[in-house]
């Protein structure tokens, strides 16, 4: 395997296997199996695989959040040279903003809502950081969790309208045993945060199982006050939304696809996580 920092050294060897399909797993480092399982995804389908790794600032909205990610270089270069990737771009934060990026990305309504709402300029940073990436690997395909639902979302809406030629390429959520959703910022949770946040899947669960039998505003007011009755959770939001336009919906019959996105911190921690109502 071989790590890249600079993006022209990075070029370099890419230019030797232009004719060959691609795929991109852009992430931020801290890996755990829902990335893996990402690479695995993409190495089946290409015939070579890149993996990203860079904390990018421009998509943090609280300095004390981007300083306290977890990073873990060493050991999630190990990660990945076990599953047989073929490159790794970890490059600084000057190699991929000599200059500070003053690119704007609009895509409303998807961007305004949920993360958008509580997290003001992270959707413009996260396009920012996975255009360049796009530019500069020009994948045959890229993979994106969808426990970042939104993100995803944004993602696919990006690649049609600068047209990209990409394939992006969602992936399912990776779970605990228990129930919790994969994700970096499990490691910052102490145990007892983690017994609580499994309140967090596990009312997700349940809540499909009940809206079966109720109302789809009966089934938003369930999740509230479950994780409400929580008194060592805070609830950021839960909203129930068409899975394309990310709007929300106030009757099962309103759309054909719906999603129920949530954010909790459990201590400091902020969890997120969705579960699929209608596919
Ligand atoms: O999902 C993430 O880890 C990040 O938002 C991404 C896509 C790697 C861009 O920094």
Known sequence: MQVFETIEALQNELAHIKDKSLGLVPT???????????????????DHTIVSIFVNPTQFNDPKDLEKYPRTLEKDCKLIEELGVDYVFAPTVTEMYPEPD?????????????????RPGHFNGMCQIVSKLFAIVNPTRAYFGEKDYQQLIIVKRMVKELGFDIEIVGCPILREKDGLALSSRNSLLSAEERKNALDISGTLFDSVEYAKEHSL?????YVVNRINANTNLELQYFEIVDADTLLPVSDWSESASIIGCIT???GTVRLIDNIKYKS
């Open 28 to 46: 931020m480092g801290a890996l755990h199996q829902g990335h893996l399982s990402l690479m695995k995804q993409s190495l089946k389908d290409n």
């Open 264 to 266: 909790v911190f459990s």
């Open 102 to 118: 003053t690119r704007v990305f609009n895509y409303p309504p998807q961007d305004e809502v949920m993360e958008g709402k509580y």
């Open 217 to 221: 505003k009966e089934t938003l007011g």
